[in-house]
């Protein structure tokens, strides 16, 4: 069974940085996407960005293009999300997902695991 769990969140200042990790494991496919996705309260779920299992291609949000950073490391089955420049409107429970394939994916019914995810406040 795929387990992931986040980690790094946090409360912080507007302006400050934080660094999510997603742990994977039992994983049995090779090849694999992974992706961050935050729901603030009372909204949807929103995509945030997307790696490829090698690392070579990344995708993000608009919105949060120059200010968010998603990296792996294989090594560790392990993804991170850099966030920097943080504002209030980034306060969110944050999850990854991940699923087999050799693609990247940006909608949340095209993965097929799921973290608890990690509540990220960011106060003004």
């Known amino acids: 069974q795929v387990r992931l769990v986040e980690s790094g969140g946090g409360l912080v200042q507007a302006g400050g940085s934080l660094r999510l990790s997603c742990a994977a494991s039992g994983r049995t496919f090779t090849h694999y996407a992974m992706g961050w996705f935050r729901q603030a309260p009372e909204k949807e779920r929103d995509f945030v960005a997307a790696i490829t299992w090698n690392g070579d291609t990344t995708f993000y949000a608009d919105s949060l293009k120059g200010r968010f950073t998603i990296s792996s490391d294989n090594a560790k089955n392990t993804v991170y999300l850099q966030m920097n420049e943080l504002k209030p409107e980034d306060t969110a429970v944050y999850y990854c997902?991940?699923?087999?394939?050799?693609?990247?994916?940006?909608?949340?019914?095209?993965?097929?695991?799921w973290g608890q995810g990690t509540q990220v406040t960011v106060s003004s």
């Open positions: 997902a991940t699923k087999g394939g050799d693609y990247y994916y940006i909608r949340e019914y095209e993965y097929d695991f």
